[in-house]
């Protein structure tokens, strides 16, 4: 699928020119004021699991359409929908008409308590359980999925019908740095020049772990994780287990999106930066993709970054969505 790029580039200020720079700094810097009030919904799984969403109404200045789209927006590893860059897109897809579902995967934000299986790479069963709820909902409705890192490489397997497919699908995406090639995502975050990101990652799942064990959900102690593991090693202790695979490698084949990016034929966009630096570039330049993919690669913008010098709150990445989505939304209302 051919797009129109954003006529701007992610031009990094002097000070964050480096992928570690701009991944660090997208974490830290201000984020644009935000005081949107939303209501409280919950989509219950096959598994009798639920997930909590919160909802946001269209802003009353935007203009009417004929047909309603909800964007359903999923957050990264670690994460839950208070995130900042969860918030951002509120923004952007109110203003533009569309109600918001910004989704807790299992057991994070509010969805605390609520479900005995957990979240991974592969939960595209979950992402289309959570489409397939807007549509029982309101049959007409059009869906747009957004996904960032983790849940972006989610997203894209649920677009090509990858783990236990085939899958409700949203009718357009935009996937934000997925990591589609799971083992070597693995093996850039655990490299020891990469010990931050890894003991970053690791402590959020680490927090997870034991949050489950506090509600009663796991054993105490049955799974032994701690700080001083590697991701892949809490991958082998905790996630494959739980999610039904062999071993980290089996979780890490069975889940990444590569293999099945070929197969996506809705309107999809993949924003994602050669600089990130446990993302391997490489993936992307020799992957299949079907016909409904426009893959924007930037120069800069880390993982989650895209600190720009030309840009309010010098956030490029909700500029370049920001374009992408007037995009998607005039082929949806065509």
């Given at each position: 699928m ?35 009030t ?10 009798g ?7 946001f ?13 909800v964007?359903?927006?999923f ?23 569309c109600?918001?579902?910004t989704?807790?995967h ?14 991974h ?45 085939p ?7 935009i996937a ?82 590569m ?15 050669e ?21 924007h ?7 989650l970054?895209?600190?720009?010098r ?24 065509a």
């Open positions: 051919k797009l129109d790029r954003p006529s701007q580039p992610c031009l990094p200020p002097r000070f964050a020119k480096s992928g570690y720079l701009q991944t660090l700094l997208g974490n830290y810097l201000r984020s644009p004021p935000f005081s949107a939303p209501t409280r919904t919950e989509i219950t799984l096959a598994d699991d639920r997930l909590v969403a919160k909802v109404a269209p802003s009353p200045e935007s203009p009417e359409r004929a047909r309603k789209v964007l359903c927006v957050h990264g590893l670690g994460g839950n929908d208070e995130r900042h860059y969860m918030r951002r897109v509120v923004d952007l897809g109110v203003r533009r008409g109600e918001v579902w989704v807790n299992r057991g994070c934000g509010e969805g605390r308590g609520l479900a005995r299986g957990i979240y790479s592969g939960v595209a069963p979950d992402i289309s359980a959570v489409v397939a709820e807007v549509h029982r909902r309101e049959p007409s409705t059009l869906v747009i999925g957004v996904g960032f890192s983790l849940s972006a490489n989610a997203l894209l397997l649920c677009l090509g019908d990858g783990m236990n497919g899958h409700h699908k949203p009718d357009a995406a934000v740095n997925p990591p589609i090639n799971l083992a070597r995502c693995s093996e850039l975050i655990c490299a020891p020049h990469h010990f931050i990101y890894n003991l970053y990652f690791l402590r959020g799942c680490v927090r997870y772990v034991r949050q489950r064990e506090a509600d009663g959900l796991i054993q105490q102690g049955r799974y032994p994780v701690h700080l001083r593991m590697s991701l892949k090693e809490f991958d082998d202790a905790f996630t494959a287990p739980m999610g039904g695979f062999r071993d980290s490698l089996d979780y890490y084949e069975r889940s990444s999106a293999p099945h990016l070929h197969r996506i034929t809705q309107p999809t966009v993949i924003i994602h930066a600089d990130d630096p446990f993302i391997d570039p490489a993936d992307f330049h020799r992957a299949s993709f079907g016909s409904g993919v426009h893959l690669l930037e120069q800069h913008g880390g993982h970054g895209y600190v720009a030309d840009q309010p709150y010098r956030r490029w990445l909700d500029y370049g969505m920001g374009h992408y989505l007037d995009q998607l939304l005039s082929l949806l209302r």
